[in-house]
């Protein structure tokens, strides 16, 4: 890539006033960097996958509203997380995460198992029944 | 306190904090010199281990290698400590800051406060260094942004004990010994094999041949798993490869840059044209990456579409190949 090719495409990152580094030749052949705010391409990529994070935190919301799964596959879908991430986070095994999906078992959980859910999601366990408070 | 500490931007992390650490020390060792001597440029495609849903393909070797065999190398010595209790981690972070010493710390991204929220998933190999303490803020030079910054030490703590895979357990590294001069020649000349011999393995899913092995799939994606869930695929395979670090073309250029600065120190005119054909490769990088997102940017694409990049990438791949077995000869 030349350095008059390095593109300066509106990559959303403007506004965060970041750029960042790339590598480019100069006009003797010679390597050096430029700094780029963004490129279309990479740009799009990143704007599906933030789409289909939104399609999966409205689809956990809808099924929460159906009764068909508890608050915390919700949050955990708002929090960017899969299953292993976030038994990881709270020290579980991923089938007890699972688990912890079902409505009747989440309505069993004890205090202290909801308030490792809440501390994670940084909410209360309150706000943790409750699915108004994600984003 | 605050180090008196110099902050470059680099392109990617782990090269940045590594290259950053060794001037502080008074050894001036570029990114691309940190990449191509710890041998960081690779190709794998993962199978079964799924990314943001999404296969897991990268581009670069696993996190830590890099400075790991850029130490063994160059003859430098690393204290690599990782902790349990997070009051332990802070604790022998404010002792390092004490005796003037600035330090690598391993952090997840999905905590970075600094970070534009778009940006900030569970990730957790990334790197940066702490070169002081004000009050209750850590100064921060994080190598993939233009400045410095702080967080304070809740925030630091958070991202210190990210979860998930490659969970960064307060991690944190610094250079203890070093020779009196590195002994780049021979550095240069074990990375550039090392990574001769990864791109050339006969692992069906490491180097040339995981190229291979990700453009086959490509070509089944849009029948196996549906065109939306092929594009979220092909999405996913051009940011490991733009994504903010690589320097672009999936860090093609920097090596192309290492590869250049290598054929001056060695003297070696060969390396140099090896670093022009490198840079066209990794324009064919570029050109893929286009080509496959006028794919996920409309939707709606026909089989065709994914055929013509699945067939760049074999292009790519056949190209990768001569150059390898070429470079390896030139050493």
Redesign the interface.
């Known amino acids: 890539?030349k350095k008059n090719d390095?593109p300066q495409d509106d990559g959303?990152?403007e506004?965060?006033?970041?750029?960042?580094?790339?590598?480019?030749?100069d006009e003797k052949?010679?390597?050096t960097?430029i700094?780029s705010t963004g490129?279309?391409?990479?740009t799009?990529?990143?704007d599906?996958?933030?789409q289909?994070i939104n399609e999966r935190i409205n689809n956990a919301k809808e099924r929460v509203l159906n009764g068909e799964t508890s608050p915390i596959e919700y949050y955990m879908e708002c929090?960017?997380?899969?299953i292993?991430?976030l038994a990881?986070?709270v020290g579980k095994f991923q089938w007890q995460v699972k688990n912890h999906f079902k409505v009747k078992k989440f309505n069993k959980l004890s205090e202290k198992t909801l308030a490792k859910y809440a501390s994670v999601f940084d909410i209360s366990i309150d706000q943790l029944k409750d699915i108004n408070y994600g984003n | 306190m605050e180090i008196n500490f110099t902050h470059h931007?680099?392109?990617h992390c782990e090269n940045g904090v590594v290259s950053n650490l060794m001037k502080h020390n008074g050894f001036k060792v570029s990114e691309?010199m940190v990449f191509g001597i710890g041998s960081g440029l690779l190709f794998c495609h993962i199978p079964f281990l799924?990314v943001?849903?999404a296969p897991a393909v990268t581009y670069r070797v696993m996190p830590g290698q890099i400075f790991k065999r850029f130490a063994k190398r160059t003859g430098i010595k690393i204290k690599k400590e990782k902790f349990k209790s997070p009051k332990q981690a802070k604790d022998r972070l404010d002792e390092n800051l004490k005796k003037d010493n600035p330090v690598g710390l391993q952090v997840g991204v999905?905590n970075l406060t600094y970070f534009?929220d778009?940006?900030?998933?569970?990730f957790n190999a990334h790197n940066l260094i702490v070169y002081g303490k004000e009050n209750d803020n850590y100064l921060i030079s994080d190598p993939?942004?233009?400045t410095v910054t702080t967080l304070t030490s809740k925030e630091l703590e958070k991202v210190r004990f990210a979860?998930?895979?490659f969970?960064p357990n307060g991690h944190m590294y610094y250079p203890i010994d070093f020779p009196k001069e590195l002994d780049i020649n021979t550095a240069i000349v074990k990375g550039i094999k090392n990574t001769c011999r990864d791109m050339l393995a006969p692992v069906p899913i490491v180097g040339i041949k995981g190229i291979r092995y990700t453009a086959k799939l490509i070509r089944k994606w849009p029948k196996s798993k549906g065109v939306k869930v092929a594009?979220?695929y092909l999405?996913?395979i051009?940011?490991m490869q733009?994504?903010?670090?690589t320097?672009?073309?999936g860090f093609r250029?920097?090596y192309?840059?290492f590869l250049?600065?290598s054929s001056k120190i060695l003297n070696n005119n060969s390396l140099a044209e090896l670093?022009?054909e490198m840079?066209e490769i990794?324009?064919l990088w570029?050109d893929f990456?286009?080509e496959?997102?006028r794919i996920?940017?409309n939707r709606s694409a026909k089989t065709d579409a994914y055929n013509k990049v699945a067939s760049q990438l074999e292009i790519i791949a056949d190209k990768e190949e001569i150059f390898f077995k070429k470079l390896k000869k030139a050493i």
């Open positions: 890539m390095v959303g990152l506004k965060d006033n970041i750029k960042e580094l790339c590598y480019a030749v052949g010679e390597y960097t700094k490129w279309d391409p990479k799009i990529a990143l599906n996958a933030l289909e929090h960017k997380m899969d292993g991430i990881s986070y | 931007q680099t392109a691309p799924k943001n849903h999905y534009p778009e940006y900030r998933f569970h993939v942004m233009e979860k998930g895979a969970a594009n979220h999405g996913q051009v940011r733009e994504e903010i670090g320097g672009g073309g250029y920097i192309a840059a250049q600065e670093s022009k840079t990794g324009d570029r990456a286009l496959a997102s996920y940017k």
